[in-house]
């Protein structure tokens, strides 16, 4: 069964890592489909807030760019609550109080999130190209496992490699998870790549004013030693300092690795 079959069955979706508006769209108008015919409840995870998703999504938690990881780990202490010795330890030694703190993801969100699903049925977590690039992926997918194995949620991913790398671990005894206890800060101005087709970094307020620049200047974006020139457009649903870079055919190789990047933004002197 393909993705979208498996979320027009649903009635409790939680999304995380994606940024469905521009990167997604077709799982987001899945998404939107399923809500309309299943009442479903729609949890929305990612640090950007998703503006076209506003007035679908039963909830909204924001955490800190980096703590996927964390994020990942709240939800598995959450959600399972039976397993077996092992892997209850694990869960129990967590700390959670750390990793709340650190992603900004509070536990009586996650405690909120459980009750909201008590009387639904059919519940899928969507993993999104954020988790993917994450330095900490192995481990991440290791606790997806679990959540897959001991709650009742269905896991998939919007990767097919990362897909059978999760279906290995759950079908494997597993060996060699990490305890969450460091998770990585990014702190600045930063951005985040979308499939757009126009040659356009959109921001906030909040970002312009961070970067000196100002709707429709010309800007260099720097980091990891490139640089890309794209049309700043400011936008008053974006809250924050991260900001929405499209990635034309010829950026695809700039962005590798994790996907949020610190950058330094300059304005192109005419």
Partial sequence: M???D???KSDYILSIGTFLSFNNEEIKKTIVQTIEKNKASFIYLHPIDNFDLKKYYSKLTKYEVGSEEGVLALLLYTFVRSSNEKIQTYIEDLDIGYISAESSAGEEEFEEMYDMSLNKKNKI???????FTHVKIDNIIKIC???QKYSDFNIVCLNKEFQNLL??????????IENVNELNSYNGTLVYPIKHNENILIGSNSFAKLAKIKDGDEVFIKFDNQALQKTFISNDNLQGTIALCSILNNDNNVFKGYCYK?????????
């Fill in 2 to 4: 393909n993705i979208n």
């Fill in 6 to 8: 498996l979320i027009l």
């Fill in 125 to 131: 977590i969507i993993l999104g190209e954020d988790i």
């Fill in 145 to 147: 496992s679990l959540i």
């Fill in 167 to 176: 279906n290995d671990y759950i079908n494997t005894e597993l060996q060699n």
């Fill in 262 to 270: 610190k950058v330094q933004i300059k304005k192109v002197v005419l």
